[in-house]
């Protein structure tokens, strides 16, 4: 159980395109989703809370203008990373929290490659 | 607050083995373990609750002492599976965002 997947795996796309990145909790409801940068070799960096049916929470000095987050069900959130640049590549993981047990662990997705060129 | 793992990185031999540390300045709800690797998202390792606790997974085991703000990894008679990057995550409060810390690389050699 809790198996959270991503869509898509890795991505290659041109400077200024947006790229869409899906989360899926496939076993579970999520009331709260989670999105969270990695650079290589380095932490897991949380950029944004997304809540079904509300707005996303953005940590400090995320744009949330750039970084699109919409939670459209208890099972999908969704990322948008508008006008991309090269700087905007990274790993992307996001990750799950069951609605009905929270006290649990959030549960991650497999991550999302982006290399924006 | 991030909080703090240590070491940074270790290497182990097969068999032998390794304590992994996490320290928060702030109070703590509960800590998270997550291994991670090279290319992959972090897996689930377990979770510890306020009130003290100590889990055990196979040769993994965990301890929290709520009152120091501090929490151990224990990695008994490590296996080459065991390689990878061992985060700690922290919650302030039940159902908070938990924050990582800058993880623990772990090499264990055959």
């Known amino acids: 159980g809790a198996v959270v997947s991503q869509h898509p795996s890795w991505v290659i796309c041109k400077s200024g395109t947006s790229v869409k990145i899906e989360c899926r909790s496939l076993?579970?409801?999520?009331?709260?989703m989670f999105w969270y940068r990695q650079f290589p070799k380095q932490s897991l960096m949380l950029m944004a809370t997304?809540?079904?049916?509300?707005?996303?929470?953005?940590e400090q000095g995320v744009e949330k203008d750039k970084f699109l987050i919409n939670h459209a069900s208890l099972t999908l959130s969704t990322l948008t990373v508008t006008s991309a640049h090269p700087e905007d590549s990274s790993f992307y993981i996001c990750?799950?929290?069951?609605?009905?047990?929270?006290?649990?662990?959030?549960?991650f997705g497999p991550g999302t490659r982006l290399t924006v060129l | 607050q991030q909080p703090v793992q240590s070491p940074q990185a270790v290497i182990l031999r097969e068999g032998e083995d390794a304590v992994i540390n996490c320290s928060s300045s702030?109070?703590?709800?509960?800590v998270h373990w997550y291994r991670q690797k090279h290319g992959e998202a972090p897996v689930f390792l377990m979770i510890?609750?306020?009130?003290?606790e100590q889990k055990g997974h196979e040769k993994i085991s965990a301890s929290f002492n709520e009152k120091k703000q501090q929490s151990s990894l224990y990695l008994t008679a490590s296996q080459l599976s065991y390689s990878g990057t061992y985060f700690c995550?922290?919650?302030?409060?039940?159902?908070?965002?938990?924050?990582f810390g800058k993880g623990t690389r772990l090499h264990i050699l055959p």
């Open positions: 995550g922290t919650e302030s409060g039940r159902d908070d965002k938990i924050i």
């Open positions: 990750s799950a929290r069951p609605r009905d047990f929270p006290t649990d662990t959030q549960y």
């Open positions: 702030k109070a703590l709800y509960s």
């Open positions: 076993d579970f409801q999520a009331t709260t």
């Open positions: 997304s809540n079904e049916g509300s707005k996303a929470t953005y």
């Open positions: 510890l609750l306020k009130g003290g």
